[in-house]
C-alpha cells in the first residue's frame, strides 16, 4: 500500500482565500484523522472520522475550518477564509481500529505545509 | 484535564552516546502509549505500550512504562546521525474516544 497520501506538499495562499487540503487514507482503514502542527503548540487533533462519519470535532478551532470524508477513501479539510495564524503543517493520518488495540496505531501521510501571507 | 508532558525539550549529543527521553502523562483511566519518529516529514510508529506489554525493544532502541510513576521512557544506545528527529509520545484512555493526546517533542540532534 502507498501509506496515506496528502495533497498539496506545500500550499502558499493569501489571508483571505480558501484552503483546500486532501487525505487519502490507506485502504480498509476504517479511522481517519486530522491534525495540525506548529511549534508553539505541537500535534494538536482538529476532527476525527469513523466509517466516514465525523465522530470528534472539537478541536476544529473555529467555524472557518470545516472537514468532509464523503467516502472511504478520501476526505478534505477546508479553511474560508483563511488567516495567517493557520500557518502550520496539517497531517492526516489513518487507523485500522479504535485506540487501546494493536490496530490502532496510526499511519501519517507527509503533511501539508501551509503558509498565509 | 488530560495531558501529555514530554523532556527535556531538545538534547544535542555526540554519536555513540546514549540518550533517555522522558514522556509523563496525566489522563484518567490509561490505556496505551505510543512512541512516534518524526524526521522531516510524517511521524513513523516506533512502539505501543500496554498495560501488559510495559516493555519494547528494537535494535539500538527500548521502552519502558512505568504505570506507577505514569511516565514512559525511551532509550536510544550508540546513537547515530540518523537518530537525529523529534520524538513524540502519544497517550490514549477511554475517556479521549479514539483520539490520542501528544506531547510536544523531544528535539534530538545527534552530531558527529
Known amino acids: 500500500d502507498a501509506g496515506v497520501i496528502q495533497s498539496p506538499r506545500h500550499e502558499v495562499t493569501e489571508m483571505g482565500q480558501e484552503v483546500t487540503l486532501r487525505c487519502k487514507p490507506i485502504s480498509g482503514h476504517d479511522y481517519l484523522f486530522w491534525y495540525r502542527q506548529t511549534m508553539m503548540r505541537g500535534l494538536e487533533l482538529l476532527i476525527y472520522?469513523?466509517?466516514?462519519?465525523?465522530?470528534?470535532d472539537s478541536g476544529m478551532p473555529e467555524d472557518r475550518f470545516s472537514a468532509k470524508m464523503p467516502n472511504a477513501s478520501f476526505s478534505t479539510l477546508k479553511i474560508q477564509p483563511s488567516e495567517p495564524r493557520d500557518s502550520a503543517v496539517y497531517f492526516c493520518a489513518s487507523s485500522l481500529q479504535g485506540s487501546g488495540r494493536i490496530g490502532s496505531i496510526q499511519y501519517f501521510g507527509a503533511g501539508t505545509r501551509l503558509s498565509v501571507l | 484535564e488530560d495531558k501529555v508532558v514530554q523532556s527535556p525539550l531538545s538534547l544535542v549529543v555526540h554519536e555513540g552516546d546514549t540518550v533517555t527521553l522522558n514522556c509523563s502523562y496525566e489522563?484518567?483511566?490509561?490505556?496505551?502509549l505510543l512512541w512516534y519518529k518524526q524526521e522531516k516529514k510524517a511521524p513513523t510508529f516506533l512502539f505501543m505500550l500496554t498495560s501488559s506489554g510495559i516493555e519494547k525493544k528494537s535494535g539500538r532502541l527500548s521502552s519502558i512504562l512505568d504505570k506507577k510513576e505514569l511516565s514512559s521512557i525511551l532509550n536510544i544506545t550508540a546513537t547515530q546521525t540518523g537518530d537525529s528527529a523529534i520524538y513524540l509520545c502519544?497517550?490514549?484512555?477511554?475517556?479521549?474516544?479514539?483520539?490520542?493526546?501528544f506531547g510536544t517533542g523531544t528535539s534530538l540532534t545527534v552530531i558527529p
Open positions: 489522563v484518567t483511566n490509561f490505556r496505551s
Open positions: 472520522f469513523n466509517n466516514n462519519v465525523p465522530i470528534d
Open positions: 502519544a497517550v490514549d484512555s477511554p475517556n479521549t474516544g479514539n483520539q490520542f493526546y
